[in-house]
Structures are given as structure tokens and as C-alpha cells.
């Protein structure tokens, strides 16, 4: 069995020309495994399965087949992003699969976070196998596994990934990144000429805004987290704070209060700024952001988005709250 651990006299990539070099070893490497066939790969569009898109576009072109399914919980503009970078810049062989009133059909009505987890892992890997049985001819399947996955927890993203899948859909993994730290990841994705805003992205749950949209989602609910998050974030750059604070996000309770605007009484939502610092995200501490930003926050976020009128600053560390609020 192939081995699971980091090679003792691997050198930490921590410039360009070690990270050359390690793609031009990849790329050989990955040649070899999968010689003239095909290979598949769930593209989201976070740092892991980009950096190994660009990767394999380099090694196999469109021999890689990226499936880019849209679950209707990414960010703003997250999937214009992976169509723009990965179609149109490196001409990938990309599927965008438009699964987004799949997912809000199925989440309906459902408040569990457990629940709502499960529903949004089990849809996204039935959307991934059938786009994986239109395709003839795929005999391997790419994944982001990172030295971390390996080191943490066994492999993580092989069981959610191959294990979710049946039995006649199980293909040999190719996993490029797998002795790489994340700091690597990002060199790597540098030297590979993916944009910054894709190689140095804060984390972001697999369920994504599913988690931070709380309660049963809406499509209306969701809209405010989607809008509020891409407001804070364009604060934060704006600010210079994107890349000092580690994590920071938007979150939409399901229960409304009362408000007044333009001298007529309002009955809206809460938005719940939460900006976090942490080295491993066991244990977080919370951004001292300036007052007068902070403000300027709120004035944008209820004036600019619909359905909010009150804005929230969480001054909770974890412990004793979790970064996200499920
Ligand atoms: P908590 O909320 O447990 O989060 O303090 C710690 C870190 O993990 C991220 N997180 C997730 N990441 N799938 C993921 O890929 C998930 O289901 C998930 N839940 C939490 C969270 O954003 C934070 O960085």
C-alpha cells in the first residue's frame, strides 16, 4: 500500500522556485499514474480542489474533468469564479451543474443543523454521482487531500468523497497535494497562476452559508447572508483587514424584531458580524475591529440589504462559542 507519510528529507515549499519544482514533479508523476485517461474531480472552488485543478490542467489538460456543482450556499460570486478562472483563463474541461433549487427544495423546512448538514453531503455527492455516470471512460478521481487531512484524521476527504460513493463508481484516487501543508497549498497555487483572491481565501465550511444561515433556510434568509458577507468582506479589504483576521462572516438568525425606517415600523432580521483569530480554530479569539467600522458596517448592510434592520457584533471566543453558530 502506497505510504501515508511525508517524506522525512521533503523540503517545505516556501518559495517559487520549490514550487516549481514540485509541479514539475506532480505533473510527471500524475502522467505517469493515469497515462491517456480520464480523470475527475469535484471543483468548489476552495483552495485544496483549485490548486488541484490548476495542477492537473497543467499535467493532463482536458483529460480532467472538473465538476463544479452550484448547491446554492457559496458565497457571492464564488461560482462566476470558478467558471471565470478555471473555463474561460485555463480552458478546463469544467461541468457547472446548476443544483441549486435541488438543494433548497430538499433543505425545506428543515432546522436541524445535523439535519441540514447531512442533507446538503448526502445531495452533493448524488449530484457528483450522476455527473459522474454521464461520463464515459473516467477511471480516476482527483481530491484536495492535504497533509493535515491525513495527520488529523485518517483520510477525511477520501471517505466523505470515495466512500460516499457506490460501489461501481469507485476509482483510484489521485491525490497530489496529499504531503502538503496548507502554507505549501498556497505557494503552490501562486506558482500556478491562480488569482489571489482564490489561493489565500479564508476557510470555509463544506455546507457553506447552510451552516451560517440558520434554522430552516430560506431563499429570503439566505439572500441576507449571501448580501451581508460580501459586504463585511468588501469592508475588510477595503480596510485592511482581509488578510490580518483569520475568518470572518455573516450570520442570519430565524426570528425577526422590530425596527423603524423612513418613519414606517419594520419587522426584519438580525445580521450577526463575527470576525475570529486563531491558529488551529480549537480555540478563537475575537477581532478588535474598529468602532467607526463596525458602523459603517451596519449603515451598509440595513440600508443596502433587504429584510435587515439590526446589526449584531458576536464578542464571544471560542470557548465558549464555536466559530460558526451552525
Ligand atoms: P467551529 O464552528 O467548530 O469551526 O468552531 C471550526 C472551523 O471549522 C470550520 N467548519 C467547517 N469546515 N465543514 C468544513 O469544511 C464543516 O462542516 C465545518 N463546520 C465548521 C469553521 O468554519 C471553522 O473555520
Known amino acids: 500500500m502506497e505510504s501515508n507519510k511525508r517524506p522525512e528529507n521533503m523540503a517545505r515549499i516556501n518559495n ?9 514533479e506532480q505533473v510527471a508523476a500524475v502522467r505517469a499514474q493515469v497515462d491517456d ?28 474533468v472538473c465538476v463544479h456543482v452550484n448547491h446554492g450556499l457559496l458565497r457571492k460570486g464564488e461560482p462566476e469564479q470558478v467558471v471565470e478562472v478555471f473555463k474561460n483563463r485555463m480552458n478546463a474541461n469544467l461541468i ?19 439535519k441540514k448538514r447531512k442533507i ?40 466523505h ?30 506558482a500556478l497562476g491562480l488569482p489571489d483572491e482564490m489561493v489565500y481565501r479564508q476557510p470555509f465550511p463544506g455546507p457553506g452559508l447552510g451552516v ?34 483569520w475568518q470572518y462572516f455573516t450570520v442570519v438568525p430565524d426570528f425577526r424584531s422590530v425596527g423603524v425606517k423612513d418613519g414606517l415600523r419594520t419587522f426584519a432580521y438580525p445580521v450577526i458580524l463575527r470576525a475570529v483569530n486563531t491558529v488551529d480554530a480549537m480555540t478563537a479569539t475575537v477581532e478588535d475591529v474598529p468602532f467607526a467600522l463596525l458602523q ?25 462559542g464555536t466559530i460558526e453558530w451552525e
Do not use: M, W
Not at 166 to 182: N, T
Not at 213 to 239: H, M, P, Q, Y
Not at 296 to 319: A, C, F, M, Q, S
Open 16 to 24: 517559487a522556485e520549490l514550487a516549481d519544482a514540485f509541479i514539475a
Open 37 to 64: 485517461k480520464k480523470v475527475l474531480l469535484a471543483l468548489s472552488g476552495g483552495v485544496d480542489s483549485s490548486v488541484v485543478a490548476a495542477l492537473l490542467i497543467k499535467a493532463i489538460g482536458k483529460n480532467l
Open 96 to 114: 457547472y451543474v446548476d443544483a441549486v433549487d435541488r438543494f433548497l427544495d430538499k433543505l425545506a423546512g428543515v432546522a436541524e443543523p445535523e
Open 120 to 159: 446538503i453531503g448526502a445531495e452533493f455527492i448524488r449530484v457528483f454521482e450522476e455527473e459522474a455516470r454521464k461520463q464515459d471512460g473516467i477511471e480516476f478521481l482527483a481530491q484536495g487531500t492535504i497533509y493535515p487531512d491525513i495527520l488529523e484524521s485518517g483520510p477525511v476527504k477520501a471517505h
Open 161 to 190: 468523497n470515495v466512500g460516499g460513493l457506490p460501489d461501481d463508481l469507485r476509482f483510484e484516487l489521485v491525490e497530489p497535494l496529499k504531503f502538503l501543508f496548507k502554507d505549501e497549498v498556497r505557494v503552490v497555487g501562486k
Open 212 to 245: 451560517r444561515c440558520l434554522g430552516a433556510i430560506t431563499r429570503e434568509r439566505l439572500e441576507c447572508v449571501r448580501e451581508s458577507d460580501a459586504i463585511l468582506r468588501e469592508e475588510f479589504a477595503k480596510n485592511g483587514l482581509a488578510g490580518k483576521v
Open 296 to 320: 459603517h458596517i451596519t449603515e451598509r448592510i440595513t440600508k443596502e440589504v433587504p429584510g435587515v434592520n439590526r446589526v449584531l457584533y458576536d464578542l464571544t471566543p471560542k470557548p465558549c
